[in-house]
């Protein structure tokens, strides 16, 4: 078994060193870095020993996330870096350009919550329905029910390519060999700008 430390946000500064001493891989949420006066993790610069993720169970969905707060605003000019105002809502091509941050860094483990890899689909629930667990909310626990059957999963090859091509294209995929031209492979998504222009 391999154990990760939930070492996101804000924590005492002994605790890196001790992870590193027991060989334990940390938890990087791109929201919640614990690096200071740092508003957003950048994925490229994650250290391998790491497990990077868009979200988690304790915290709002990707999409959820950017259509409540306003921190998408500063999101979009800091990595996306562009001064222009970013869509309100929460379109496949922000989830794409976020969840493939993810799967290029060189973290061990790029892991999705399922809610964020759906919102590659336009046909997402509504965000607020989508979180797992509020930490805040004593009456908000793991009542999260996904909204789309396994049935239907296996049948919409759409969101199975793109997450293949996602897969494939940042090179976690068995045998692990990264495609040798990323525009033939569907890479082409990551040239264009979250607007829809290239």
Known sequence: MLACGEDFGLIPACVHPVMQELGLIGLRIQRMPS???TEFGIPSQY?????CAPSCHDCSTLHAWWEEDEGRSRFYKTVVGTD???????????????????????????ICP??????????TRPAPEETINDPT???????????VTLESLLDDK??????KDLVTSSGRSFPGKKVEDADKSGDKLSKVRLNGKP
């Open 114 to 123: 399922l809610q964020d890899l759906l919102a590659l689909k336009d046909t």
């Open 158 to 163: 759409d969101i199975q390519a793109t997450i």
């Open 84 to 110: 222009e105002e970013p869509p309100s809502r929460c379109t496949p091509e922000v989830v794409h350009f976020i969840v493939q941050q993810h799967f290029d860094a060189p973290s061990m483990w790029a």
């Open 47 to 51: 250290s391998y020993m790491t497990i």
């Open 137 to 147: 909310n004593p009456k908000h626990y793991w009542r999260f029910r996904v909204h």
């Open 35 to 37: 690096e200071p006066n």
